[in-house]
């Protein structure tokens, strides 16, 4: 999903129109997110039944500069933020699983909280310190999402109502850079249901 070289093949969304270019860089085949507006970057192209992976580290955290997410299963239109669901990025907490702007899953539902509450990660976090590489890994088969944390299993939810869409990344006030970020499709013995859609 990201060519080492530019963004070719995304796009991006960001609050109040700030210019994506002041926020996002490629700089020596890795992207660098300086965190200083919200917003994301997505893919131009439609997804299901795919595990993506994103190694990524945080180059400093302070206190509400430490946050950002992988957005999967991604609804259009683009607004921050867009239905989809986010494995957390926030240092500390990476492998809760949010479902954002109306999407749901089984878990959520039981724990009868807002959307602003994640499903937890289970157990402990399983991060490298900050300035070291974490390998981020979501899992999205049908309707079930995993999270997988430097290879811990440490999340997953059921029954979520999206189960395609864009794949993306946060940017929301955290200073961090990303060296890989890469798609794989999981073959089921239906090849309709492991597809990649181009959408408008």
């Known amino acids: 999903l990201f060519n080492g070289t530019n963004f070719d093949g995304l796009t991006f969304c960001m609050r109040n129109d700030a210019d994506p270019m002041q926020v996002w860089e490629v700089t020596n085949g890795v992207i660098h997110c300086n965190g200083s507006a919200i917003g994301y970057f997505r893919t131009k192209?439609?997804?299901?039944?795919?595990?993506?992976?994103v190694e990524w580290r945080f180059r400093k955290v302070t206190p509400k500069?430490?946050?950002?997410g992988v957005l999967v299963h991604m609804q259009l239109p683009d607004k921050v933020w867009p239905m989809c669901v986010?494995?957390?990025?926030?240092?500390?907490?990476q492998g809760d699983l949010f479902v954002m702007a109306g999407a749901e899953c089984?878990?959520?539902?039981?724990?009868?909280?807002?959307?602003?509450?994640?499903?937890?990660?289970?157990?402990?976090?399983?991060?490298?310190?900050?300035?070291?590489?974490?390998?981020?890994?979501?899992?999205?088969?049908?309707n079930d999402v995993k999270a997988i944390i430097n290879g811990k299993?440490?999340?997953e939810i059921t029954e979520c109502t999206v189960s395609f869409g864009f794949v993306g990344i946060q940017s929301e006030g955290a200073d961090f850079e990303i060296r890989k970020m890469f798609l794989e499709p999981i073959i089921t013995a239906d090849p309709y249901t492991s597809v990649?859609?181009?959408?408008?």
């Open 106 to 142: 089984k878990e959520h539902l039981a724990l009868g909280k807002d959307a602003n509450t994640p499903v937890p990660l289970r157990g402990v976090s399983n991060e490298n310190p900050v300035g070291q590489w974490d390998t981020n890994v979501t899992v999205c088969a049908g």
């Open 65 to 68: 500069a430490n946050n950002t």
């Open 45 to 53: 192209q439609s997804y299901s039944n795919y595990v993506v992976t």
């Open 86 to 93: 986010q494995n957390q990025g926030k240092s500390g907490r």
């Open 153 to 155: 299993l440490l999340n």
């Open 196 to 200: 990649l859609m181009v959408l408008p």
